[in-house]
């Protein structure tokens, strides 16, 4: 379990990594964008991230 956890960290950092690696300038702009945001709308997005996580790991257990 321990492992699987580190390696899914790792994917992870891996992908949130190569925006700013890749397009600086839109890593950047994507920030201001959401400094503009309300939290509800901030949370929205949260949410809707985590539930397309959470379906994603569903249908790889299946």
Do not use: K, Y
């Not at 890749?22 to 994507?30: D, I």
């Not at 509800?40 to 994603?56: D, H």
Request: glycine share 10%; charged share 10%.
């Amino acid at each position: 379990m321990g492992n699987t956890l580190l390696t899914a960290i790792a994917l992870m950092l891996i992908l949130e990594g190569c925006v700013p690696l890749f397009a600086p300038a839109l890593w950047r702009e994507v920030f201001r964008h959401l400094t503009a945001m309300r939290d509800g709308q901030i949370r929205t997005i949260g949410l809707s991230v985590t539930l397309g996580g959470i379906a994603l790991l569903i249908l790889l257990s299946l």
